[in-house]
């Protein structure tokens, strides 16, 4: 095949099928050695989800990674985490439940942000267009991977001990429901979403 001196030289865009195989992704010295989290938080709009992953451990508590998902992407997360935990169940048994926390009142989107520190090179958040999930027997691990031409890399690794995620799969799960409720306009209906409430916090 012939290749001109100048390929962009008309108006006439490229297109090529692309496929990667998600399992080849490159890991890049900065997020290969992962971030652990203790809890999670779910932001949806529009057009994505942001899953912002906790680590409250020590001081001062920040987000150890920002995640961003299309829903397509995240309706997969969900299917793909839900085959791997009945994996883990079947090979270790049900992850332990968590102590239930003290009735507290629930904490706003400003205070926790208030609490957990965002840096500046986090504001934007690492998008992915795929998830490696797998686990051991005391924790789950997340690449997310961003499959771009021409060598898939993981944007962001995050480790999470397996009893948080039973409450990380359910809290997605609803995520999802709200985010269908308030974006996806049914037949009929007027073009307006209703007004965003809060969505759920996980913390460990």
């Known amino acids: 095949m012939s290749i001109p001196e100048n390929p962009f030289n ?11 195989q998600p399992v080849s992704a490159r890991v890049p010295e900065k997020v290969a050695r992962g ?14 989800f942001v899953i912002d992953f906790l680590q409250g451990l020590t001081r001062p508590h920040q987000v150890g ?5 299309t829903p397509q992407t995240m309706l997969e997360f969900i299917g793909a ?8 169940s079947r090979n270790f048994g049900p ?3 968590l102590p239930i926390p003290p009735n507290q009142p629930r904490p706003t989107i400003q205070e926790v942000y208030e609490n957990f520190k965002l840096s500046d090179e986090q504001l934007s958040g690492s998008y992915a267009n795929s998830v490696l999930i797998g686990h051991g027997p ?24 397996a009893p948080q995620v039973p409450r990380f799969l359910k809290m997605l799960q609803t995520c999802v429901d709200q985010y269908q409720t308030r974006h996806i306009k049914k037949p009929g209906e007027p073009n307006q979403s209703p007004p ?4 759920p916090a996980s913390g460990g």
Request: glycine content about 4%.
């Open 35 to 48: 971030v652990f989290t203790t809890g999670q938080l779910v932001l949806d709009g529009p057009k994505e």
């Open 65 to 69: 990674a920002r995640v961003v998902v």
């Open 95 to 97: 992850p332990a439940p």
């Open 138 to 161: 005391t924790e789950f691990f997340f690449d997310f991977i961003t499959g771009f031409y021409p060598t898939p890399a993981v944007s962001a690794r995050v480790l999470m001990a």
């Open 10 to 20: 008309d108006d006439k865009p490229i297109r090529e099928q692309i496929e990667h």
């Open 196 to 199: 965003p409430t809060e969505p």
């Open 81 to 88: 985490l839900q085959q791997n935990l009945e994996i883990y």
